[in-house]
């Protein structure tokens, strides 16, 4: 994942505007190889053409979500994966939902539906959960519908910090679904100590069984960090490029196994990885799931991104959406959802809701962050067009995409 709890921020505007503005959670162009990468990058820039502003008639019927791995309470019955949350949805309102595990990679996801997009076809889903930057594109172009609040009268719910933000001022097309780190994750059943620097990420032991993120965002902004670099500010070029250098120099060396979206974590579970760049509630959820797994924000800095959930410009079942939606933002509902998968919750009166799940989960850091765990993460600063065609480039060049 992003990016769930800025409560108390940090006093630096540029922290704050953070969980206002500009989290971000995932990846840019895994797995769309070559040719196809090329293609997508140009698509980024100036020349993307907007969606018609004609909509489809709201027909309603079954709701269907793409979602990112791991990201929602679930639990096994007889033999089959259920979602309590979406359950209790189900059972109030008699609307159906096919929640569909779809996300590994914000442009992986967007190269497949962009087209049909263009052509206001339906590209069969309702709801998507793109990353801040992402969100961003899709409000811009007109691939997003305008909320009807009537349908989502706890749509205020959600936090002061994350109630106005540049990309979509008023909250007027999203709702933040949750937010979270991106730091060094380990198997402790292997490694035994906590990996807290750059150096023990990359320690001689780890060499070839590390995997780190394809989200340009994540992965690059740790590693400017690394370097000194605040990726909160304007950086230059050249400081972007000798990131990119150290980047390619991991793989060069072997030490880096491979760059992965949300796949990440099946390199994790199978061995083949003991320790990776990944997602702070990930690890929480794969604990829960039997694995032994460690999280921590690097000393020299760890980034923080957001998810929203958007209804896509092309769905006929706009009321319905919006709905789901809403279900989400009830704190008691968020709380559930939060204490399965540990990610920083954005609905007011979900810690106090926490409280009555589990106290230690009301109290975690990760979950409901404090300005002490806020200080030592960085939201990447805004690109401009032409800093992310060339930024991207670079690390799908450096990644052999």
Known sequence: MDA??????????????????QMSRRGFLAATGGVAGVALLASCGTGEEAATKTFPEDVGGTVRWANWTAYLDQKKVDGKRTYP??????EKTGIEVDYLVEYN???????KVQENLKAGNDIGYDIVTP?????????????????????????????????NVSFDPGRKHSMTWQSGFAGFCWNKNIIKSDVTTIEQLFSPENKGRVVVLSEMRDTMGIILQYQGVDISQPFTEDEFMNAIDYFKKMIADGFIRQVKGNDYLEDMANGDAVAAIGWSGDMFSENLSGQNYGFAIPESGGTLWSDNVLIAST???????EKLIDHYYDPIIAAEVAAWVNYICPVKGAQAEMEKIDPELAASPFIFPDDATLSKVKVFRGLEAKEEFDFSAAFQEAIGA
């Open 105 to 111: 990679d914000n442009d992986e996801f967007y190269g």
């Open 131 to 163: 990353t801040d930057w992402m969100a961003a594109r899709w409000i811009r172009l007109g691939y997003a519908r305008e909320f009807d609040e009537a349908n989502m009268p706890n749509k205020g719910n959600i936090l002061d910090t994350l109630a």
């Open 315 to 321: 769905s006929a079942n706009k009321s319905n959406s």
């Open 85 to 90: 949350s979406l359950n209790q949805f189900v």
């Open 4 to 21: 769930n709890k800025e409560r108390s921020l940090p006093k630096d505007p540029a922290t704050r505007s953070l969980i206002r503005a």
